[in-house]
Each structure stands twice: as structure tokens, then as C-alpha cells.
């Protein structure tokens, strides 16, 4: 695809249910980044990925929060028991490489709501 | 400690007038980037512009125009003749070594802009 794809583009659930997020980077992007905008807190950054593996996952909230990324492509974002304050947008961005010059191209997000 | 401050929260502005979004950060490092990001109501941030820490001159793009003083840490962004396609929520970040094997973007909490017809 020509842009970063986030599925789905909303997500209503329950407080408690498990959730999943997917994230398709840019094709050849090997830098996958994930982020969570939400009222008051602005941008925050979770995990990243560069391939496969995630040497980063400091902004990760909570170990309710998982993700995973196979192939060098699609990522998940999963999040279990989820709490209302779990209530966000989820962005994925991807980069051409991972360095700090390295522009990163954003996803239009999924809007998560638990009830 | 906040690294990027965007003090600004809301501006409005009367369409065809100046406005200049004010950005300030804090980092150790020497080598460090900034960016710009505007991101319009549909909600997918758009990259505006980057900017490293070895290069102070100004730029413009059009409309747009950034300028970058290290002396107070500064990366502030106008907009000339300000349109109604300007109203976004503007994002200034920096891009710095995390400690953790990553370059992390740190945003600012963004200024919505709206330019009223």
C-alpha cells in the first residue's frame, strides 16, 4: 500500500475483553513504532520494533499491554483486560531505517473505546 | 520534566492573518532532530518538516517558515496568510536517543489551530 494501514479504525469494547490492533507499515519500512494519543496526555510513545525484534518497549503502560511483529511487517498490538483508561487513539508509524534523522510515517490510527 | 513545550494550547486566527506556534525543548545530546507535524481533523499526522541540531538557518516552504535558535532552545513555526485548510492541531517533537535502542520521537502536547473564514 502506499501509506501505513491501521485496522480497525474503531474498536468499542467491554471493560475486561482483550483487544487487538493491527498495524501495516509502508512496505520495505523495517522501523514499526507505536504511539497512544489520548486527551490530556498528548503523544506517547509504547514500543519499538526494528525487524522482529523490540529492543524498545519502555513506553509499554502496563504488562496488559503486548506486541508482536512477524515477517518484518504487519504488527499487533494487544492489549488484555482492558481498563477504561485504556481509552485512546493507537497510532503506528513506520521509518526507512531507525535512525534519529528518519521521518516516520503515521498510520490514521484506531480509536479504542472501553465501556 | 516536560522535553517539549508547546505553550500555546489554542490560537485562533482570522484567515489571511500571521500566526507563529511557539516550540521549546530540552536534551542533553548535541546531535539531536526536531519536527514539525500537523495533524488535520481526519486525524493522520502529516509530516512537516525536520530540522538537525547542526543547522540553524532558517527555512521556508511557501507559506510555511521555521525558525531554529539553539541559544534558547527554540523551534518555532509561522504560518504566513493563514488559510482555512491551516486549522490542525500542530505537533512539534524531537527526536532523541532513548537509552533503550531506539530513536524516540517526544511530542509536545500540540496547539489547535483554527483560522476562521
Known amino acids: 500500500g502506499a501509506g501505513v494501514s491501521q485496522s480497525p479504525s474503531n474498536k468499542v469494547t467491554e471493560k475486561g475483553k482483550d483487544v487487538e490492533l493491527r498495524c501495516d507499515p509502508i512496505s520495505g519500512h523495517t522501523a514499526l513504532y507505536w504511539y497512544r494519543q489520548s486527551l490530556g496526555q498528548g503523544l506517547e510513545f509504547l514500543i519499538y520494533?526494528?525487524?522482529?525484534?523490540?529492543?524498545?518497549k519502555s513506553g509499554l503502560p502496563s504488562d496488559r499491554f503486548s506486541a508482536e511483529r512477524t515477517g518484518g511487517s504487519v504488527s499487533t498490538l494487544t492489549i488484555q483486560r482492558t481498563q477504561q483508561e485504556d481509552s485512546a487513539v493507537y497510532l503506528c508509524?513506520?521509518?526507512?531505517?531507525?535512525?534519529?534523522?528518519?521521518?516516520?510515517?503515521f498510520g490514521p490510527g484506531t480509536r479504542l473505546t472501553v465501556l | 520534566a516536560q522535553k517539549v513545550t508547546q505553550a500555546q494550547t489554542e490560537i485562533s486566527v482570522v484567515e489571511k492573518e500571521d500566526v507563529t506556534l511557539d516550540c521549546v525543548y530540552e536534551?542533553?545530546?548535541?546531535?539531536?532532530?526536531l519536527f514539525w507535524y500537523k495533524q488535520p481533523p481526519s486525524g493522520e499526522l502529516v509530516f512537516l518538516i525536520r530540522r538537525n541540531s547542526f543547522d540553524e538557518q532558517n527555512e521556508i516552504s511557501g507559506r510555511y517558515s521555521w525558525n531554529f535558535q539553539k541559544s534558547t532552545s527554540s523551534f518555532n513555526f509561522t504560518i504566513t496568510a493563514s488559510q482555512v485548510v491551516d486549522s490542525a492541531v500542530y505537533f512539534c517533537a524531537l527526536s532523541e536517543y532513548s537509552g533503550a535502542g531506539s530513536y524516540q520521537l517526544t511530542f509536545g502536547k500540540g496547539t489547535k489551530l483554527s483560522v476562521i473564514p
Open positions: 536534551t542533553r545530546d548535541t546531535t539531536y532532530y
Open positions: 508509524a513506520s521509518s526507512a531505517g531507525s535512525g534519529p534523522a528518519n521521518e516516520q510515517f
Open positions: 520494533f526494528q525487524g522482529n525484534s523490540a529492543p524498545d
